[in-house]
């Protein structure tokens, strides 16, 4: 199994099921840690405005993944069921 298969196939088991309240919290303090450490890592690398770019970038995609996932919570995700 390559690595994209095994990035699909851990999304899928994780967005078939209803996440908790636990989960969102824990995905929204990773996206948070994450998106800073790769601030503080272009920054020392690349300078100021790269960071913020970097840090702006990385934070719409993991906004969008926290939306999703929070409106998956509510309504459910019988469309990956077969």
Same mark, same amino acid.
């Not at 790769?38 to 020392?44: M, T």
């Not at 970097?54 to 939306?67: C, E, H, Q, R």
């Given at each position: 199994m390559g690595l994209?298969?095994?990035l699909e196939s851990s999304? =899928?088991?994780f967005s078939s099921h209803r996440t908790t309240v636990r989960e969102l919290l824990e995905l929204a303090?990773?996206? =948070?840690?994450?998106?800073f450490l790769?601030? &503080? &890592? &272009?920054?020392?690398a690349l300078g100021t405005t790269?960071?913020?770019?970097?840090?702006?970038?990385?934070?719409?995609?993991?906004? #969008?993944?926290? #939306?999703?996932?929070?409106?998956w919570r509510?309504?459910?995700r019988d469309d990956y069921r077969e």
């Open positions: 994209l298969e095994h999304y =899928v088991d303090v990773g996206a =948070v840690l994450f998106v790769a601030w &503080v &890592v &272009v920054w020392l790269a960071a913020f770019v970097a840090a702006a970038v990385l934070g719409v995609g993991f906004t #969008i993944v926290l #939306i999703s996932q929070t409106y509510l309504v459910g």
